[in-house]
C-alpha cells in the first residue's frame, strides 16, 4: 500500500462568482494511481486551461445587459499587460455610471422595408432580410453629422458560426425640416469577431462603407475604408467589481479607418487607429470586460472603460441634446418638430416637459412638435427607481423655435381710415384692444381689419394654433385724410440717440410735426428726441396732402 497525498485548488463559477475548496489526503493504492494522476489533470485542466469563446457563447436577439462605465481614474490602470495564465485585477475600477444593453431582432429595428427597397428585393423581402440579418443593437440614440440630425441608429449584424459580421446602418436622417429613414449598406462587411475564439488565433479583414445622401435632399457623402486585425493575445483570470471570471480570452481588436466626409462638394479626411481590448469568459454572452483608445504614434491611449456588471444604486445623471439646432416653424406642417437625445445615466425613467402646456412624456428620447414659435423652457426628469428611496435629477434647456417665414408676425398696418392685422395664417381669429383701458376687448371688433371711431391708441391679440400674441400698441387719429404713407419719407439716424432729420419730404412742406409715445401721448414736437427715454415713439409728420407716420426708435 502507497499512501499519497494529493492537495489542489478546485473551483467551480456560477453566473460569475466563484465558490472554491481546498480538498486533501486521498489514499491510494498503486492501482489507482493512474486514475488519481488523470482526475487531478482534468481538474487542473478545467482551472487553468485555455477557454474557447464559440459563436454560441455570444448574445442573441433578447439578450440585455447592464453596463458601468467607472470613473475617469479607470483610464490610469494598465490595460495593455498580457500573458498565458494571467492573472488581471481590476477589482479597484469605481462604478461611475450605468446603462443597459440591449441585442434585438433586426426585423423589428424599422429599416426592412427600406433595405430591401433600396436593393431591389421587392417580392423576397422577407427571405433576403433575414438571409442577411440576424442581430440588431443600437448604436445611438441620436448625433448630429455634418449638420444632419441622425436618430435610432440601429446596427444590423449576422452573426454565424464563424464570425460575427456588421453589414448595416440604419438611422432616422433629419434635414432642412424634414425626417426620413435611411439605411447604409457596407460594401464590405465588417468582420468585427471571428469564431471560435482560442488563445494565438490571429485575423484581419478589411471593410468599406459608401454611401450618398444626395438622393434624398442632403449634399453629403461618406465613404470609409479600413481594416481590422483581431489576436487572441492572452488567457486566464480577470476580476472586475461584478466578480471574478476564471477562465477568460483576451483579445485585441485594431481599427485602421479612413473616412472621407464631403458636404456641399467639399471634402473632409480623416484618419485615425483605435485599439480595444476585450475580455471574454464563455460563461458570458458579452466581453466581460471593454477598453477602448486612440493609437497616435505607436503610443496607445484609453479612452474608454466598461465593463458587464449587475445593476447599481448610482446617481441619476440628467443630460440631453436636440436637433435640429435652430428649429424653425414650417407653416406646412403648422409645426417645428424638433428630436431630444436623452444622454443621462443612471436612470430607468423619463419624465418630458416641452415647456409649451402639452402633456408630459415618459419616452426615452422622444420627438416633439412645437405648435408655436418663441422660447420654450424644456425640463428632463431622470428618475433611478432601482434606489430606495427613488433617486432623481433634473435639467433644463431653453430651446428657441423661429419664425423666419413671418408666419405668427404682429405687425399692424395703419391707414387714414383702417387698422389691420397682418397674420394671414389659416385659422387666426382677431380681438382688437383699446390700450388707454388696460386693453380692454372692444366689443365686435373681431376681424381682421378694424376702423376706430373715435381717437386713441389701439393693439390686436391674435390667436393661431392656440398661440395667443399681441401687437404693439398704435396710436390712431380720426381723420379724413389719405392713407398713411411710409415709402417716401427716412428719419435718420433711425435708431438715433437724440436729433434726427426728414428725409424724402421739403420741410417746407411740413404743415406740422408731433412725437408721441406708444399710448399716444404728445412727448415733442420737434426733431429731437434727446430729453426723451430709451424706448419707441411714432413721429407724425402732416403736409398739405398726406399724413405720415413713422416709428423711430430712442437708443
Aim: some cysteine.
Amino acid at each position: 500500500m502507497l499512501l499519497l497525498n494529493v492537495g489542489f485548488y478546485f473551483q467551480l463559477v456560477i453566473n460569475g462568482i466563484v465558490y472554491s475548496k481546498m480538498f486533501y489526503s486521498f489514499v491510494v493504492n498503486m492501482k489507482c494511481m493512474k486514475r488519481i494522476i488523470l482526475f487531478v489533470g482534468l481538474i487542473s485542466a478545467v482551472v487553468n486551461g485555455q477557454a474557447t469563446y464559440t459563436s454560441a457563447n455570444f448574445a442573441s436577439a433578447g439578450d440585455s445587459f447592464f453596463i458601468t462605465t467607472p470613473t475617469a481614474a479607470a483610464l490610469q490602470l494598465d490595460y495593455e499587460v498580457t500573458g498565458t495564465n494571467f492573472a488581471w485585477d481590476y477589482s479597484a475600477l469605481v462604478p461611475d455610471t450605468q446603462e443597459t444593453t440591449q441585442w434585438t431582432n433586426p426585423n423589428s429595428s424599422g429599416y426592412k422595408t427600406v433595405w430591401c427597397f433600396l436593393n431591389g428585393f421587392i417580392f423576397n423581402c422577407n427571405t433576403q432580410f433575414n438571409a442577411n440579418f440576424n442581430l440588431a443593437a443600437k448604436l445611438s440614440d441620436g448625433l448630429v453629422l455634418q449638420g444632419l440630425g441622425l436618430a435610432n441608429v440601429i446596427s444590423h449584424l449576422n452573426k454565424t458560426n464563424s464570425a460575427l459580421q456588421n453589414k448595416m446602418i440604419g438611422a432616422q436622417v433629419t434635414a432642412n425640416g424634414s425626417t426620413v429613414p435611411f439605411v447604409v449598406s457596407y460594401t464590405d462587411p465588417d468582420d468585427i469577431y471571428q469564431f471560435p475564439m482560442t488563445f494565438g488565433a490571429t485575423a484581419t479583414n478589411p471593410f468599406a462603407i459608401n454611401t450618398d445622401l444626395t438622393a434624398l435632399g442632403f449634399p453629403v457623402q461618406i465613404n470609409a475604408t479600413g481594416q481590422r486585425t483581431n489576436e487572441v493575445v492572452g488567457w486566464g483570470t480577470l476580476v472586475t467589481p461584478y466578480g471574478t471570471f476564471a477562465n477568460v480570452l483576451k483579445l485585441k481588436s485594431t481599427l485602421v479607418q479612413s473616412t472621407t466626409i464631403t458636404a456641399n462638394g467639399t471634402p473632409q479626411t480623416t484618419d485615425r487607429t483605435t485599439v480595444s481590448y476585450q475580455w471574454f469568459d464563455p460563461a458570458h454572452k458579452i466581453p466581460v470586460l471593454d477598453v477602448s483608445g486612440d493609437l497616435v504614434n505607436s503610443v496607445w491611449t484609453p479612452t474608454s472603460v466598461r465593463f458587464m456588471d449587475f445593476q447599481r444604486c448610482l446617481n441619476p445623471q440628467a443630460a440631453f441634446a436636440y436637433f435640429p439646432l435652430q428649429p424653425d416653424y414650417d407653416p406646412a406642417t403648422s409645426g417645428a418638430t424638433v428630436n431630444f437625445v436623452n444622454g443621462s445615466s443612471n436612470y430607468d425613467v423619463s419624465d418630458w416637459n416641452f415647456g409649451d402646456g402639452s402633456p408630459n412624456t415618459s419616452v426615452k428620447s422622444p420627438t416633439h412638435t412645437f405648435t408655436c414659435p418663441g422660447m420654450k423652457m424644456v425640463t428632463l426628469t431622470v428618475t433611478n427607481q432601482f434606489c430606495d428611496p427613488d433617486l432623481t435629477d433634473t435639467i433644463t434647456i431653453p430651446i428657441m423655435i423661429s419664425d423666419s417665414q413671418n408666419v405668427f408676425t404682429t405687425n399692424v398696418t395703419a391707414t387714414s381710415t383702417t387698422l389691420t392685422a397682418d397674420r394671414t395664417a389659416t385659422g387666426t381669429t382677431y380681438q382688437w384692444l383699446d390700450c388707454n383701458n388696460n386693453n380692454a376687448p372692444i366689443l365686435g371688433a373681431t376681424n381682421q381689419i378694424f376702423t376706430p371711431s373715435v381717437d386713441g391708441v389701439y393693439a390686436v391679440r391674435l390667436t393661431t394654433n392656440g398661440c395667443i400674441d399681441v401687437s404693439d400698441c398704435i396710436p390712431f387719429t380720426v381723420l379724413s385724410l389719405p392713407e398713411y404713407s411710409t415709402n417716401k419719407v427716412q428719419l435718420l439716424p433711425n435708431p438715433t440717440s437724440g436729433m434726427f432729420e426728414i428725409v424724402g419730404v421739403s420741410p417746407a412742406s411740413i404743415q406740422s410735426l408731433t412725437v408721441v409715445d406708444l399710448l399716444g401721448k404728445v412727448v415733442a414736437t420737434k426733431p429731437d428726441l434727446t430729453s426723451l427715454a430709451q424706448g419707441v415713439y411714432v413721429v407724425k409728420i402732416k403736409t398739405a396732402s398726406e399724413l405720415y407716420q413713422i416709428k423711430v426708435i430712442k437708443k
